[in-house]
């Protein structure tokens, strides 16, 4: 028996708040009625779906433009009675009862670029690695993220000042706050003069105390932060570790396993800090991540300052690390003020964030610690 009647949660796409939400299924449209009054009706061909593709993941619905309104189900069940309410007009939706077909075909894929050769090894693999990504166990991932994370940011390189990592994560937790998460991110900085971010799979973010000294404010970190989450929630970098690396992988990947993504998280972790991103990876993480941050009220500018600073310093030491791996830093500000201006605040008051008043010693602490140690 269809079921049609759900209960979810409704975001507006310009406040961070979550409304309780009751969800109907019709044969055409969604018709979602909000704790606060609101009546709202989507029909299925204006719908996007940007999670909901595994076992228990909740499924986020998207509907609108630039700032979409949000949709969450926390039970997977509703794609199934979606699917059999109207198969004809909701295929462009994720079908749970596919599934496990896919991940077979994928892994046929995988084997069969493996024996193909030479000839097809330069356009295989990349189509594969896009195939693939999105399909591969979050657990696999998050392994292989915990185990680069201990070749890149090993105990005693991290930086042992509670103030700045409890700001930090403050900060994450701001930014993250309106927006449900499939992982569970963590910021870690790095005692380093590289001017870098790093974001790995599974949630870990990476920040060297370089590029830590060069933020003027705790919104220019926000930035920063906010772009390598996107990273991870687009699943780039996982695409992209696929992409460069071997068929091995990729068939380790999509049968998940757990061992083979220890294995191959020591030897590719090195290759993490130096990953260039294409364009189009790159657009979509800082449009997402300016969206987070308009999101949690949190101040667009300073997403645009430190890019920005990043134009203005490219030819001082370290700056080309960062430089070379987020390239046209020109033409990507110009897209990060569009962005910003078509947010709900240009003009308004924006959340502020922790310690403010105390950045300038709070981003240079680390390189103190550093510095006291060699003294």
Not at 100 to 124: D, E, K, M, P, Q
Not at 325 to 344: E, F, I, N, V
């Amino acid at each position: 028996m269809i079921r049609l009647k759900w209960e979810g949660h409704y975001l507006d796409g310009k406040t961070a708040g979550k409304k309780p939400a009751a969800v109907e299924l019709t044969n055409d449209s969604l018709m979602i009625r909000t704790a606060g009054g609101i009546n709202l009706v989507w029909p299925y061909h204006e719908i996007r779906q940007a999670q909901g593709f595994y076992g228990r993941e909740p499924v986020r619905l998207e509907h609108g433009g630039k700032m979409p309104e949000v949709l969450i189900i926390d039970d997977p069940e509703f794609l199934n009675s979606l699917h059999e309410l109207s198969p004809d007009i909701t295929r462009h939706f994720h079908n749970p009862t596919t599934r496990s077909l896919r991940r077979r075909l994928t892994v046929y894929a995988a084997a069969g670029i493996l024996g193909a050769g030479f000839c097809l090894y330069f356009w295989g693999i990349p189509f594969a690695a896009a195939l693939v990504a999105p399909r591969i166990p979050m657990e696999w991932e998050r392994n292989l993220g915990q185990s680069t994370l201990s070749a890149l940011a090993p105990e005693e390189a991290r930086c042992k000042d509670a103030e700045l990592n409890e700001t930090i994560s403050r900060i994450t937790e701001v930014l993250t706050a309106g927006t449900p998460a499939a992982y569970p991110f963590r910021v870690y900085v790095v005692e380093s003069d590289m001017v870098n971010a790093v974001a790995l799979p599974g949630g870990n973010i990476i920040i060297f105390s370089g590029l830590l000294e060069r933020t003027g404010s705790p919104e220019e970190l926000a930035g920063v932060i906010a772009h390598e989450i996107q990273h991870i929630t687009k699943r780039h970098a996982l695409k992209r570790i696929i992409e460069d690396s071997s068929t091995g992988l990729m068939i380790s990947a999509v049968t998940g396993d757990v061992t083979g993504a220890m294995v191959y998280g020591v030897k590719i972790a090195h290759m993490l800090a130096r990953l260039r991103y294409s364009r189009q990876d790159e657009e979509e993480a800082d449009r997402e991540g300016m969206r987070m941050i308009l999101s949690a009220g949190v101040d667009p500018g300073g997403m645009i300052r430190f890019f920005e600073t990043i134009e203005d310093e490219n030819t001082a030491p370290g700056i080309l690390q960062y430089v070379s791996t987020h390239p046209d830093m020109r033409q990507r500000t110009l897209k990060l003020r569009q962005l910003a201006d078509s947010g709900d605040k240009p003009f308004g008051k924006y959340r502020p964030l922790p310690k403010r008043e105390e950045w300038d010693r709070l981003r240079k602490s680390c390189s103190g610690e550093k510095q006291s140690r060699v003294d």
